[in-house]
């Protein structure tokens, strides 16, 4: 029906660093972006809103160690 494209300038200098092991035991970093999707039906029209958090990282690493 449609495509929704993001930029991510705004909230690139505040991802931080995650690190996984992968199945051959080696550390892989990755980064994550937790965000929702909003989309608004009109009589005429329809729009998509990406909606995300920032500057929130005392609320996400309380999370964390949960």
């Not at 494209?5 to 995650?18: C, G, H, W």
């Not at 009589?43 to 909606?51: D, G």
Request: hydrophobic fraction near 35%.
């Amino acid at each position: 029906m449609c495509t929704v494209t993001v930029q991510l300038d705004e909230v690139v200098n505040s991802l931080q660093p995650r690190v996984t092991r992968n199945d051959q035991g080696k550390d892989e970093t990755y980064y994550l972006v937790e965000y929702d999707t909003a989309l608004l039906f009109g009589l005429a029209e329809f729009k998509a809103s990406v909606i995300w958090k920032h500057d929130v990282s005392g609320v996400l690493d309380q999370r964390q160690r949960n």
